[in-house]
């Protein structure tokens, strides 16, 4: 059975940090790009930051230097280190897998993503 199981969030206040995790299982991790995405009430979701198979990073204007995504394929998981919070990054982050066929690749687009988990609140008060 896949999943993706996203823990870490809770209640911070701005100028904080917070460190999401992914654990993965059911599926060969080291073969997917991870991505995390947020969505923020009222609002649709949103990409935050991919990373490859090899490692290649990609983040959205919005969090990058502030936000830093990174993966352990030996423990079939993946993080995303929140610093510098402020409000506007308040939401439900999720992550996802996507079945990738080269090493370096990796997106923002939701709909290639295979495999999503349900997600943990981040909430950032001013």
């Known amino acids: 059975q896949v999943q993706l199981v996203e823990s870490g969030g809770g209640l911070v206040q701005a100028g904080g940090s917070l460190r999401l995790s992914c654990a993965a299982s059911g599926f060969t991790f080291s073969s997917y790009a991870v991505g995390w995405f947020r969505q923020a009430p009222g609002k649709e979701r949103e990409f935050v930051a991919a990373?490859?198979?090899?490692?290649?990073?990609l983040y959205s204007e919005s969090v990058r230097g502030r936000f830093t995504i990174s993966r352990d394929n030996s423990k079939n998981s993946a993080h995303l280190q929140l610093n510098n919070l402020k409000p506007e990054d308040t939401g439900n982050y999720y992550c996802?897998?996507?079945?990738?066929?080269?090493?370096?690749?990796?997106?923002?687009?939701?709909?290639?993503?295979?495999?999503w988990g349900q997600g943990t609140q981040v909430t950032v008060s001013s």
């Open positions: 996802a897998a996507d079945r990738t066929h080269h090493p370096d690749y990796t997106t923002f687009v939701q709909a290639e993503y295979d495999y």
């Open positions: 990373i490859s198979r090899a490692g290649a990073e």
